[in-house]
């Protein structure tokens, strides 16, 4: 069966500190791969896309980047990190199309920022 | 953009009451609709779906949702809560044929607490 795991699970690191969030998937080969943020009563951001190695889309601008070294390891990063990057960052993937929208999360990691 | 709305967003309702939950999307074209459910300290999963077909979909749990096409709407419902019910539900809407995740819109939340 399938499963994902991302760590840290929790993370407290100062402004300005670099961040490395780390997803992983086995069970499944050439999985598309999501990073999204959920904010408090704002639902889910999609932040990060991949349909393969070294494939990033970025869907909103931020402070944030994302690196896929293997097919299925994916990686939440930032040189300096700033208060608003605060927030619960979830991983997922899914099948590829037509995955018919269907998404597989990760226990997700919760950042603050101090 | 197509933008989903979850109108309620806490809800708090003793065990064996009855549960509907709101959810509404903005796109008039070809949508595929899901519920996700986070429990405390679980991975967010999929609740139900809907592709086509019959508009009255069940998910696990007893679950069962509503697909009304004119009123743009896919509610959520389940005749009797439970207090491991207790959960934060997410609408969520894809476009198009193949529904591909990455156009999936997630609307807000809402969180359900259920007293014992």
Known sequence: SQTIHQWPATLVQPVGSPLSLEC??????????????QAAGRGLQL????????????EVPQNLSASRPQDRQFILSSKKLLLSDSGFYLCAWSVRPPSMGELFFGEGSRLTVL | AQSVSQHNHHVILSEAASLELGCNYSYGGTVNLFWYVQY????????????????LVKGIKGFEAEFIKSKFSFNLRKPSVQWSDT???????????????????FGSGTQLTVLP
């Open chain 1, 47 to 58: 932040l990060f896309y991949s349909i393969g190695i070294d494939q990033i889309s970025s």
């Open chain 1, 24 to 37: 992983t998937v086995e069970g499944t080969s050439n999985p598309n791969l999501y990073w999204y943020r």
């Open chain 2, 40 to 55: 405390p300290g679980q991975h967010l999963q999929l609740l139900l779906k809907y592709f086509s077909g019959d508009p």
């Open chain 2, 87 to 105: 959960a934060e539900y997410f609408c969520a809407v894809s476009r198009g044929v193949s529904g591909s995740a990455r156009q999936l819109t």
